[in-house]
T-cell receptor, first 114, second 109 residues
Framework: NAGVTQTPKFRILKIGQSMTLQCTQD?????MYWYRQDPGMGLKLIYY???????DKGEVPNGYNVSRSTTEDFPLRLELAAPSQTSVYFC?????????????FGPGTRLLVL | GQNIDQPTEMTATEGAIVQINCTYQ??????LFWYQQHAGEAPTFLSY??LDGLEEKGRFSSFLSRSKGYSYLLLKELQMKDSASYLC??????????WGAGTKLIIKP
């Protein structure tokens, strides 16, 4: 199993550009999450999904969009990139949201918006 | 509001013991996680507590007191590879994970 994979690993965007961060998991997990982590800060939840076709906003959804057409894939779309979106983005997945279930993280995408 | 507090940075010596504290105020409580995150890498699971008391797992132990809103991670026989950030995260009443900012642990020879 590859676990959770993310592409690209690093990207530089100009202000106003758009891009899609890819996330794929091969563990047949129902739940998937997108977080951002700013330097010296904790993880902030952007969006999450409880299954194919179902998504919901997290703590900091503005400026982002997601879709979940399959169990495996959960892409994150940035429209009109802004410097405030410079961050490290982590995708994670879990089988359920039950309290005993841990989240498994991808390696992260480092995004710089100039 | 919901809040999780951890020290920003701690320093310890190789072979020693260190305790990293975490206090939380959240809307409900359904468990507490500790994750380890090496610089430039993703967080990885260390421990989970939902009942009061101490959970031991090798060199790492995690303690929880729900009445005090308090947890700690205890690392024994420190090794250089333990240099990392340690993230405390609480599951609230909506089963959302609330993350602390993390404690950067520096191990010196």
């Amino acid at each position: 199993n590859a676990g959770v994979t993310q592409t690209p690993k690093f990207r530089i965007l100009k202000i106003g550009q758009s891009m899609t961060l890819q996330c794929t998991q091969d563990m047949n997990h129902n739940y998937m999450y997108w977080y951002r982590q700013d330097p010296g800060m904790g993880l902030k939840l952007i969006y999450y999904s409880v299954g194919a076709g179902i998504t919901d906003k997290g703590e900091v959804p503005n400026g982002y969009n997601v879709s979940r057409s399959t169990t495996e894939d959960f892409p994150l779309r940035l429209e009109l990139a802004a410097p405030s979106q410079t961050s490290v983005y982590f995708c994670a997945s879990s089988y359920t949201r039950d309290r005993v279930e841990t989240q498994y993280f991808g390696p992260g995408t480092r995004l710089l918006v100039l | 509001g919901q809040n999780i507090d951890q020290p920003t940075e701690m320093t310890a010596t190789e072979g020693a013991i260190v305790q990293i504290n975490c206090t939380y105020q959240t809307s409900g409580f359904n468990g507490l996680f500790w994750y380890q995150q090496h610089a430039g890498e993703a967080p990885t699971f260390l421990s989970y507590n939902v009942l009061d008391g101490l959970e031991e797992k090798g060199r790492f132990s995690s303690f929880l007191s729900r009445s005090k809103g308090y947890s700690y991670l205890l690392l024994k026989e420190l090794q250089m590879k333990d240099s990392a950030s340690y993230l405390c995260a609480v599951i609230d009443s909506n089963y959302q994970l609330i993350w602390g900012a993390g404690t950067k642990l520096i191990i010196k020879p």
